[in-house]
């Protein structure tokens, strides 16, 4: 069963380019264009992995981060931030904010699948098929 994988992006050309990438390398891509939405979308789907984006119109991805930690049911999903904040102190206070890893925009599709994967094999071995070259 291929990884759902919950992409939370307000720009509808970077969702969709993500997902398109991630539906070629195998996954499953869930979309929300907000905070708000991804909440409803996580209460009926639990994803395997979530890419989050920092400013998202309402609530920022910093606080949904802090928001899907506290909670028991979606604390241990793995979240990459995708977003254009390159600075140092954003970096740390996004790790700091419960995030597992951060890629900043302008990106490589490539290099955000070999990402996935990689938090994948961490934390839902079974979910990755593909051995590691």
Do not use: C
């Amino acid at each position: 069963m291929p990884a759902n994988i919950l992409i939370v992006e307000d720009e509808v050309a970077i969702l969709e380019l993500i997902a398109l990438n991630l539906h070629q390398s195998g996954f499953n891509p869930l979309r929300a264009v907000s905070a708000e939405i991804a909440d409803n979308l996580v209460k009926n789907t639990l994803p395997d992995l979530i890419i989050l984006d920092w400013m998202l119109p309402g609530m920022n991805g910093v606080s949904f981060a802090k928001r899907l930690r506290a909670n028991s049911d979606t604390k241990k999903i793995p979240i990459l931030m995708l977003t254009a904040k390159s600075e140092e102190e954003n970096k740390i206070l996004g790790l700091d904010s419960g995030i597992d890893d951060y890629l900043t925009k302008p990106f490589s599709p490539k290099e955000l699948i070999a990402r996935i994967k990689a938090l994948l094999r961490r934390s839902a071995p079974e979910l990755t098929d593909e051995p590691i070259k």
